[in-house]
């Protein structure tokens, strides 16, 4: 994965669909309004991010490519916002193209904790005129010039009913691969895509079927494959993988890494990029499936409209000891889940024996943001702190039992006495420890509270201590 990661730095890829302005208001819901049986939101937030093939764009940068986007835009503030928004990322707007007579698409989501309440849409769905359908043209046949690999990322906004079939046609002169999500109503608009990749819904929409087994994706994907003249046709279906299907070749499915989901708002357009951008890294069809595999498993456990780095997926890859990173792997990671607004938890230990008062002192830690990192003290730092005939067991053995937790996020090692050189790296927004510490005892607290962080002291679970149980153990005859 490492060797693929490498090969698709820096690589091209055009990408063209409905782009839109993905906008989130977070707050708290505390009671229900007296005007209607409806919950009253206190507002605390607001993020806005791109979205649609906007977002595709921005996964493919988070991968290290070079998104060529092209899409169209109203006229209008959140036209504007949305060039700024890419801009800032360090992607070019320059291929959008401003629609007089459409407003640009806005999606508001309204969040109580992680839990969705109402979807407003601002949009008008209609196909570009032919001034404009010849501009959004000019734009796409420029950038095929550049890239190995072509997107169209459809949400039915009325781009594929005026482009759809033109685009297809200038990728096949230009042998470009493109490839298409298609809403099930624009699929026959993109017949002789060389990939198409609908999920497993919008498969059976377009099927007249419901795919509910494994057996009938296996019957329905290479019959959609050869109607739509497809050169590959891949079937995403959420916790249950991928199947490929491809001329020539029986199909083949692809599990997809064990993951907490938590929102699979944009898991498509992740997919999507991915894809493409291994493919214009040179990638094969089933290397392609295989990072869009990943990179979908580490964005469905984000909030909103998400993107996978290099450096989680390199974590993912490497199976469960993933969670076991050393810093200069984790700061990134940490560093995204900053930009999208998740706070990071923070604490530390030897970890000698876990037992269950441990169990339960991670899980109030990790309740407290979206990641919990775990400190744990080498085996010559523990030696340093715990003495003679510590630590019981190896850094490798503590950290492997810790990163079998579903509560501990990622897991660090650190070979000082203390863990304030860690702290000062990191910099978490919590800083947690257990009810046997008082706050003035609690390393690092001075300097979280500097920046604004916050120190927790967990209540502490009486007669649960790993100094109890070697006690205890020694004490047997």
Known sequence: MRELLDRIKGKRVTVCGDVMLDRYVSGEVQRISPEAPVPVLKAIGVRETPGGAANVAQNIHALGGIPLLIGRIGRDAPGKRLRFLLSRQGISPDFLV??????????????????????????????????????????????????????????????????????????????????????????????????????VKEAGEMAGTSLDSQEKVQETGEILRKKLHCRAFLITQGSGGMTLFEARRPPRHFPVPQREVYDVTGAGDTVMSALGLALSGGASLAEAVQLANYA???????????????????????????????????????????????????????????????????????????????????????KKVKGKGRPLQSQEARGQILASLQAVDFIVYFDEPTPLRLIRHLRPHILVKGGDYSPEQVVGKSFVESYGGKVVILPYISGHSTRGLIQKIRSLP
Not at 301 to 306: E, F, I, L, S, V
């Open 98 to 199: 401003e629609d007089p007579h459409v407003p640009t698409t806005v999606k508001t989501r309204f969040l109580s904790g992680i839990h969705q309440l109402l979807r407003v849409d601002e949009e008008k769905i209609s196909p570009p005129d032919l001034a404009v359908q010849k501009k959004l043209l000019s734009c796409f046949q420029s950038c095929l010039k550049q890239t190995p690999a072509g997107i169209f990322s459809d949400y039915d906004k009325g781009l594929a009913r005026g482009i759809g079939k033109e685009c297809v046609r200038l990728a096949e002169l230009s042998q470009v691969r493109l490839i298409v999500d298609p809403k099930p109503g624009n699929a026959h608009r993109f017949v002789k895509a060389y990939l198409m990749a609908p999920n």
């Open 296 to 382: 979908a498993a580490i964005v469905v456990q984000k909030p909103g409209t998400a993107v996978a780095t290099p450096a989680e997926i390199l974590v993912l890859a490497r199976g469960n000891r993933s969670k076991i990173l050393s810093l200069p792997e984790l700061l990134p990671i940490l560093k995204d889940v900053r930009r999208k607004g998740g706070t990071v938890v923070f604490t530390n230990g030897v970890f000698d024996l876990l037992h269950s008062g441990h169990v339960a002192f991670l899980s109030q830690a990790r309740s407290l943001g979206e990641v919990l990192v775990v400190g744990v003290n080498s085996d010559a730092s523990a």
